[in-house]
C-alpha cells in the first residue's frame, strides 16, 4: 500500500490543474481499493454545500452539476462529524439521500472520509460498492492517508483561486486566516504583486554562441545590481541600518563568487543563459526549503525573488508600470523587501502573503515600518481579490474580503479609535506609570532596530528592558566585527541615556537563526540555542560582550543580559568570561564600569532555579514568550495549535509568581520583556505581583501606562488574588477583559480583541 500510496501522490502532484489531479486521484484510488467508485465532493466557498468535483463509477454528466448541502445526506454527515462513515448498505442509514443524477442506484457499500486542512472540513473523499459489505480497517486507514493528501491539493487551488468556479455567493464576506505579522488594520485597494517573469516556465536549450549568452547574463546583472542600489538608496531614511543591510545581502548574493559565478559555470556546460539561471536558481531554493530551520527556509524567497528580477533583464528591458492607490493593500505568494521598497512611499497601507513568517526579512521590514501585516494566510485566491477592497487586521492576522457594509464599519470604527486612542494617549508621555494611590512601575521598551528608537523615545519609554542583539547578526550575510557591533550598540545606548539599556547576548537557534551560522536540528527549540550556542563559542561571545563595553563609555546605562539560561553553572560560566572581556577592554585604556549582569527566566528549569540564580546575578527578567511555549508545549507560531498558547493560563501566572518571590527574598529587581507586559490586562497582573519593570513593543506602551494610571494598586491586587483562584485560562483572560471594561477601560482593549 505504501508504493501505491507514494505513485498516487507523485503522479497527483504533476498533474497539469486540479481537474486533472481530482480525476486522477478518484481513477488510481478506485483502481487500488478494488472498488466500483470513488468520488470526491469539495465544500464551495460560501461553505454551504459539498458540489460533485470528480468521479470514477457515477455517471460523467453528474460532475460539477450535482451539490448536497452542508448538513445534506451521508455526504454531510461526514463532515459534520468530522470522521469517516463505514456502512455495510448506506441505503438503510437514515440520513441516505438519494440522487437520481449520479447514477449510485446499484452501490450498496459506502466509505466516506473528511478531506481536512487546518482544522476545516475542505470535503469528502468516497468510495462505493455493490456488495453489501463493510469495508475492513486497512481500507479505511488508507483512504484517509489518502484523504490528507488531497487535502493539501484542494487547499492549493483555494488559495490560487483554482476553486473560485464553486463559488455560489461571492458577495458573502470571506476571511482568510493566516498569522499576524505586524499589528494594526487597514482598509484599502488590493495590489497583486507578482514576479516579472516565471522561471519555472523557463526551457532547456543549447546555446548557439556561449560567450554571447555569458555577455548577456552579465549585462542582466549589471541592471539588477544597478536596480537594487536605487532601491537601497530610496530606503534610505526609511529604514534603519540592520534593515538596510538586506539589500548588501542582495548584492553579495549576485557576486561573481556566489549565484553569478555558477550560472556562468553552467552556460559553459552548454545551457543558454536563461536555462542556466533557471537550473542554479531552483537549486539553491530546493536546499534552503528542505532545511528544518524556519528562518533559513525564508532566504529561497529572497533567492527567489533575485532569479525572477535576472530573467526579467534577461527576457526584457519592458516591465509593465504597476499603479499603486493611495490606499494600498499588498498582496502576494510572496513578498519580499525589495518589493516594498518599489512602492511610493506612504501608499501602503497593510500587508498580506500566503507565504511567510514573523521571521521573514518581509515581517521584519514591516513592523519596523508599522505597517498591519498577515503573513501564511494560505487560503487566499491572489487573482480574484486583486484590485478588490480588502480588509487586513494584523490584531488576529486574517485578512477579510467582501466585507458587508456592517463589517467594514466596524473595522473603520477600530482604526478611527486607534488613531483617536494614540493621539489621546501622547499627553501621558511625559508622565510615570503611577496607579491612582503612587505605586510606581517603570515602562520599557523592546528594540530590535534602528527604527524602535524614535517610536520608543516618542511614547516615553523609560529605557530598553530588552535590546535583541540577534537582529543586526540576521540581516548580515557574515558576523559582524567588534567595530560594527560597537557602532550599533552606541546608537541604542546613546539614544537612551540616561535610562537603562538591557543588551541580550547572542540569541539564536530555535526560531532565530543566521543564514551563515545554520543549526540544523529536529527539534531545535529543545536544542542548541541562546545561551548554549555563545558558551560553545566564546570568540563570538567575547567579542560581542567587549563591543557592548566599548559602547558603553561614558555613559553607564549598559546591562548585559543571558538568554535561554537553565542551571546556574551556564550563568556562572557567562559571567566569567564577561569578567574576562571587562579587564581586556581595561587594559586597552577604555574606562568603564562593570555593568549588571542578568538572566532571563524563559525555561521551566530556571523558574524553579530563580533563588539560586538571583543569588550569583545582579537582576532577573522574564520572558513570557518563551516561558509560556515551553510551559505548555506549544509552539505560538504553528497555526494548528495556536490556540493553545495562553498567557493566562494558571501554570504560567503561577511560574511568575515563583519568580517573583525568588526576586523579592534575594532582594534583587525583576521585570518583565515578553508580550504579556505589553497587554493592559496582564500588565496589571504583573504590576500587582510585584515586577518592577514591564518591558514592550513602543505600540504598546502608552496604553499600557494609561491601564496603570486609571486604577489603584488594590484594583491590581484584587484581580490578581482572584484569578491566582482560577483553573481556566480562557476564563481568566475573559474575567480580566470584564473587571477592566467595569473599571473604564474597555477602549484600551481593542487592539487584543478587533472584530
Not at 41 to 58: I, K, P
Not at 222 to 248: C, H, I, P, S, Y
Not at 252 to 281: F, N, S, T
Request: overall charge negative; hydrophobic content about 45%.
Amino acid at each position: 500500500m505504501l508504493d501505491t500510496l507514494r505513485r498516487i501522490v507523485q503522479e497527483v502532484n504533476s498533474a497539469a490543474d486540479l481537474k486533472s489531479a481530482l480525476d486522477l486521484m478518484a481513477r488510481r484510488v478506485r483502481d487500488a481499493m478494488g472498488t466500483e467508485v470513488c468520488s470526491i465532493y469539495l465544500l464551495d466557498s460560501s461553505g454551504q454545500r459539498y458540489v460533485l468535483m470528480a468521479s470514477e463509477g457515477l455517471k460523467r454528466e453528474a460532475i460539477g452539476r450535482v451539490s448536497l448541502g452542508i448538513a445534506e445526506g451521508l455526504i454531510g454527515q461526514v463532515g459534520l462529524r468530522e470522521e469517516p462513515i463505514n456502512l455495510e448498505d448506506a441505503f438503510v442509514h437514515p440520513k441516505f439521500h438519494y440522487l437520481s443524477e449520479t447514477g449510485e442506484d446499484p452501490f450498496h457499500a459506502f466509505l466516506g472520509v473528511p478531506v481536512m486542512h487546518h482544522g476545516r472540513v475542505l470535503g469528502v473523499l468516497v468510495v462505493q460498492q455493490r456488495d453489501a459489505r463493510r469495508f475492513d480497517q486497512s481500507e479505511e486507514a488508507f483512504l484517509v492517508t489518502i484523504s490528507a493528501q488531497l487535502s493539501a491539493v484542494v487547499a492549493h487551488a483555494r488559495a490560487t483561486g483554482a476553486l473560485d468556479d464553486l463559488d455560489t455567493q461571492e458577495l458573502l464576506p470571506k476571511i482568510y486566516d493566516g498569522q499576524p505579522g505586524a499589528s494594526g488594520a487597514a482598509i484599502g485597494t488590493a495590489v497583486l504583486l507578482f514576479p516579472p517573469a516565471d522561471l519555472s516556465s523557463v526551457p532547456d536549450r543549447e546555446p548557439e554562441n556561449i560567450d554571447a549568452e555569458v555577455s548577456l547574463l552579465e549585462s542582466a546583472l549589471m541592471r539588477v545590481r544597478t536596480d537594487v542600489r536605487a532601491l537601497a538608496e530610496r530606503a534610505k531614511g526609511r529604514l534603519g541600518n540592520e534593515e538596510q543591510a538586506l539589500f548588501d545581502v542582495y548584492l553579495r548574493m549576485l557576486d561573481k563568487h556566489a549565484l553569478a559565478g555558477e550560472i556562468v559555470a553552467k552556460i559553459r556546460e552548454g545551457h543558454w543563459a536563461q536555462g542556466a539561471l533557471r537550473i542554479v536558481i531552483e537549486a539553491h531554493i530546493r536546499n534552503f526549503e528542505l532545511m528544518d530551520d524556519e528562518y533559513l527556509r525564508e532566504r529561497a524567497a529572497d533567492v527567489r525573488d533575485l532569479g525572477r528580477r535576472v530573467l526579467a533583464e534577461l527576457q526584457s528591458r519592458n516591465r509593465r508600470v504597476q499603479e499603486f492607490p493611495e490606499q494600498s493593500i499588498l498582496l502576494g505568494e510572496e513578498i519580499t523587501p525589495t518589493m516594498l521598497m518599489e512602492v511610493p512611499q506612504g501608499r501602503i497601507k497593510g500587508i498580506a502573503a500566503v507565504q511567510g513568517s514573523r521571521n521573514s526579512h518581509m515581517a521584519i521590514v514591516a513592523r519596523a515600518m508599522g505597517i498591519p501585516t498577515v503573513v501564511g494566510a494560505q487560503g487566499m485566491p491572489l487573482k480574484q481579490l486583486d484590485g478588490k477592497e480588502v480588509i487586513v487586521d494584523g490584531f488576529r492576522g486574517r485578512l477579510v474580503a467582501n466585507a458587508s457594509v456592517e463589517l467594514k464599519q466596524q473595522f473603520e470604527a477600530i482604526i478611527a479609535e486607534e488613531l483617536t486612542l494614540q493621539a489621546g494617549l501622547e499627553k501621558l508621555r511625559e508622565l510615570p506609570a503611577e496607579t491612582e494611590d503612587g505605586y510606581r512601575i517603570q515602562v520599557q521598551v523592546n528594540t530590535g532596530l534602528m527604527t524602535d528608537i524614535s517610536r520608543s523615545l516618542e511614547r516615553g519609554a523609560e529605557g530598553v528592558g530588552l535590546y535583541r542583539t540577534e537582529i543586526p547578526f540576521m540581516m548580515r550575510d557574515r558576523f559582524p566585527s567588534e567595530e560594527e557591533q560597537r557602532q550599533i550598540y552606541r546608537e541604542q545606548l546613546q539614544a537612551f541615556a540616561p535610562y537603562p539599556v538591557t543588551m541580550r547576548t547572542l540569541d539564536v537557534g530555535g526560531d532565530k537563526a543566521l543564514p551563515y551560522f545554520p543549526i540544523k536540528e529536529e527539534n531545535p527549540f529543545l536544542g542548541w540555542r541562546g545561551i548554549r550556542v555563545t558558551l560553545d563559542h566564546p570568540e563570538i561571545f567575547m567579542v560581542q560582550v567587549r563591543a557592548m563595553l566599548k559602547a558603553s563609555q561614558g555613559l553607564d546605562n549598559l546591562r548585559i543580559m543571558l538568554p535561554m539560561v537553565t542551571s546556574v553553572f551556564e550563568a556562572e560560566d557567562a559571567q566569567h568570561l564577561i569578567h574576562r572581556a571587562w579587564l581586556e577592554v581595561c587594559e586597552e585604556g577604555i574606562e568603564v564600569p562593570m555593568p549588571p549582569v542578568g538572566v532571563m527566566i524563559e525555561v521551566p528549569a530556571a523558574v524553579y532555579q530563580a533563588r539560586a540564580l538571583a543569588q550569583r546575578v545582579d537582576f532577573l527578567s522574564v520572558g513570557t514568550n518563551d516561558l509560556t511555549q515551553y510551559l505548555l508545549a506549544v509552539d505560538r507560531n504553528n497555526r494548528q495549535v495556536a490556540d493553545l498558547y495562553n498567557s493566562y493560563h494558571p501554570a504560567v501566572l503561577h511560574a511568575l509568581m515563583l519568580v517573583v518571590e525568588a526576586a523579592r527574598e534575594e532582594e534583587k529587581p525583576v521585570s518583565v520583556c515578553g508580550e504579556m507586559a505589553g497587554e493592559p490586562g496582564s500588565a496589571l497582573l504583573l504590576t500587582a505581583m510585584g515586577f518592577q519593570a514591564l518591558s514592550m513593543n513602543a505600540s504598546n506602551l502608552l496604553k499600557v501606562k494609561a491601564a496603570i494610571r486609571k486604577v489603584k494598586i488594590g484594583f491590581a491586587r484584587k484581580l490578581l488574588n482572584e484569578v491566582l483562584a482560577m483553573d481556566n485560562g480562557e476564563v481568566i483572560s475573559s474575567y480580566v477583559d470584564l473587571q477592566l471594561e467595569k473599571a473604564g477601560l474597555g477602549e484600551l482593549l481593542h487592539h487584543r480583541r478587533s472584530v
